[in-house]
């Protein structure tokens, strides 16, 4: 056994000299990219640099970005208004905004609250303003859904965002909805209420 173990160590002692130096060129390639991915990056402008990173993230092809503002503190009872920045990513063209509550019984609008409307964006700044009210009823986290839909040749295209509320000091915990259940094949799913537009 331990001539065999031997034998199989000089014979294979080509191998292993002739592995190592590929192992150590290709390290040598992968360390030779970065190398120069950094030289390139150090030669961006601070404007390249700053266009490159965005305070308001807006995903690829998102067709609006929403940036939103509370007027006040959130209090348990007391309207809260929230201006809204709608910026049109494909010029000036028809925005569809829909506002939603999943949890009426945390927020809710007041009677006199559009829940939808179409709005255009203004031409020279391609942005629409907009203010929404909601009361609280409860401490806690709360969420606004905002929904802004654009038409184009090839159908509608929507940027959705839930705009958190911090009321008082209740606890930011997760915001279930639907119901728990078991499908035909065993697993667990959430079932939603249906909801109609």
Do not use: W
């Not at 390139?40 to 601070?46: H, I, N, Y």
């Amino acid at each position: 056994m331990i001539a065999a173990t031997a034998l199989r160590l000089t014979t294979d002692g080509f191998r292993l000299p002739l592995l190592l130096l590929l192992l150590a060129g290709a390290l040598a390639a992968c360390g030779g990219d970065r190398a120069a991915n950094e030289q390139q990056a150090a030669v961006l402008s601070e404007e390249e640099k700053h266009a490159m990173i965005s305070e308001d993230p807006v995903s690829p092809g998102a067709p609006v970005k929403i940036a939103h503002s509370l007027v006040g503190t959130p209090v348990v009872g007391q309207p809260l208004a929230i201006n809204l920045s709608l910026t049109s990513m494909r010029g000036v063209v028809p925005m569809a905004v829909e506002y939603r509550i999943n949890d009426t019984s945390a927020m809710r609008f007041p009677e006199q609250q559009v829940r939808a409307a179409t709005v255009s964006p203004d031409a020279a700044t391609l942005e629409a303003i907009q203010q929404v009210t909601v009361i609280p009823q409860r401490e806690g986290r709360l969420y606004l859904n905002v929904s802004v839909g654009v038409e184009s040749d090839t159908g509608t295209s929507s940027t959705v965002m839930a705009i958190p509320i911090q009321v008082g000091s209740g606890p930011r915990s997760y915001e279930e909805n639907g119901q728990l259940r078991t499908d035909a094949n065993g697993q667990t799913v959430r079932a939603l209420p249906a909801s109609s537009n």
